[in-house]
Every structure is written in C-alpha cells, then in structure tokens.
C-alpha cells in the first residue's frame, strides 16, 4: 500500500480556490485576554494518551459550559484519541509504541495552537489554526464549519509535523500500514462522533443525518482519509529532506494548502437566507427562510 499521488495535486486545487476567494473579513481588532482556565489545561505538554485524553474531554466541557464553539472540534477529536488509545492498548498496531507517540505528538501540535491563541501569540500561530479559532470566537458560522475548521487544521497542516517529528522509518512501510489502520477507527467512529456533536452542540443534525442517509459519513471519511494520507505524502518529503529546499517547499504547502481550506470552508457559496435557515435546522428548529 503507498500514499495516492493524487492527494497533493487534490489539495493544491482546493487551495487555490480558497485563496482566490480569500480570507474571511476580521471578527474583531480587540484581543480577548487569556482565560485562565484553559492556559490552565494546555501550559504544559501531553505527557501520555491519557494524559492528553484527560484534558481534551476537561476542554471540551469548559468549552460547551459556556458556549464556546472551539468545543464542537474537540467532541469529535478527544472521542478519536480516546479510541486509538485503546486500540494500542488491545495491540491492534505493529509499532505501539510508534503509534502512541505519534498520537501524542499530534495532540500536542493541537495544545500549542491553543496556548498561542490564548496568550495571542498570532506570530507563532499557523494560518490554519488562527482562522478556526476566530471563527470559532465569532460564534457567528454554522457549527459543523467550526468542527470542520478545526479538523481541517490539524488534519491538514498538523498531521504530517507530528509524523516529520517522532519520525515515518525505519521499515517506513510498516508505520505506513498503522497509519492507515488508525483510518480504520476513524471509519468506525463516523455515526458516533456526528451523533456526539448533534447532541451537544446541534440538535439539527440528526434531521440533516436522516436526510442524507449514509453519504454525509462516506463523504466525510473520504475527505478525512484523503488529507492523512496528504500528510504522511509531506512527512515522508520532510523526512528525505528536512532542511533542504524540498522541506521548505512542503511546509509552505501545507500550511498554504490549509489555509485555503479553510477560507473555502468559510467562502460565501450560498445565500444568507439559506445560511441563516442552516442555523436553524442546526440548533433543531424550523427554519424561517425570510428573503435577502
């Protein structure tokens, strides 16, 4: 098995979509101050899966408690780390000791976005993230944009830093085959975690499931496989040529390739008539479509 070639080409179309569209207009000139309860949570590093489980699931309940939308993201990431965690513990991995640290490597990535837009440290904060934490502070998209800004961040542009940084060799295939069987849990977890964020954060959801039937699950398992296996693409680049113009080049890639996601995912594409009704069909109420 080896990474699809049409991956990157894949990215490189819908970034410069979305930077053709450009970014969203700024929420707001005023920086909030760091809240203490959550720079109490991301100071210091993960230590372990559980470690980073732990304070995960304690930031999503802050989050939810008081209507924060960076909360949407995380219902869905801390169910995904708590189950890839077991799947080590039952020795579902080759490498599970790779797997681990992989896995906590990539949290981490998260919890260092997280305190740089705290402290507002936007110098050292990635494109990518600072979009989805705004639009998140905002308040004002839909909650499945806000949940899919965040995936798209750390799917997108973390992933492949995490693998460049606990490393994709030696036997660089056999860590290639558990990275793809994390695809696996993450295929599993598809109706649960929509289900999770429909409960928690948009009731509407569910109708919007109903309706659809399985291709809003196919769809975004498609899109989720396809940006890991974009990642592994770029940490193999960093991995052959970490300091040369090849490793430059792949992480302008990701971070531009992100970036444009992630104002495509906030592009004005439909009507606000239509935007607003989405809201309500989110929040499980009867849309009152009212003219533009």
């Known amino acids: 098995m080896s990474p699809s070639p049409d991956a990157p080409r894949t990215h490189l179309h819908r970034t410069w979509v979305g930077l053709r569209r450009g970014p969203p207009d700024p929420t707001s000139d005023d920086a909030a101050d760091p809240d203490s309860a959550v720079l109490a949570l991301v100071a210091d590093p993960f230590e372990s899966v559980d470690d980073a489980h732990r304070r995960l699931v304690a930031l999503e309940r802050l989050f939810h408690a008081r209507g924060d939308r960076r909360g949407p993201f995380l219902a869905i990431y801390s169910r995904v ?37 705290e402290t507002g440290d936007t110098e050292a904060l990635a494109d990518p993230w600072q979009v989805a934490f705004e639009s998140a502070s905002a308040g004002r998209n839909l909650v499945a944009q806000d949940a899919v800004l965040g995936i798209n961040a750390h799917v997108n542009y973390d ?25 696996d849990v993450l295929r599993r977890l598809v109706d649960e975690v929509q289900d999770r964020l429909a409960d928690r954060y948009a009731p509407g959801l569910f109708d919007v499931d109903e309706s659809l039937g399985r291709l809003d699950e196919a769809l975004s398992f498609v899109a989720l496989a396809e940006g890991r296996d974009t990642a592994w693409w770029a940490a193999v680049a960093l991995a052959d040529s970490r ?39 989110e929040r499980g109420r009867d849309p009152q479509v009212e003219s533009d």
């Open 81 to 117: 780390t708590r189950e890839v965690g077991r799947e080590i513990e039952a020795g579902s991995f080759a490498d599970p000791a790779w797997v681990e640290s992989y896995l906590v490597a990539f949290a981490d990535l998260y919890r260092e976005a997280l305190f740089r837009f």
């Open 159 to 183: 992933l492949a830093l995490a693998l460049s940084t606990i490393g994709v060799g030696p036997d660089r295939a056999a860590k290639y085959a558990d990275h793809c069987a994390v695809n």
């Open 243 to 281: 300091f040369g113009v090849r490793a430059a080049v792949t992480r302008w890639f990701l971070r531009t390739s992100a970036t444009g996601v992630a104002h495509l995912l906030l592009s004005p594409t439909v009507s606000r008539r239509l935007r607003d009704a989405l809201r309500e069909v």
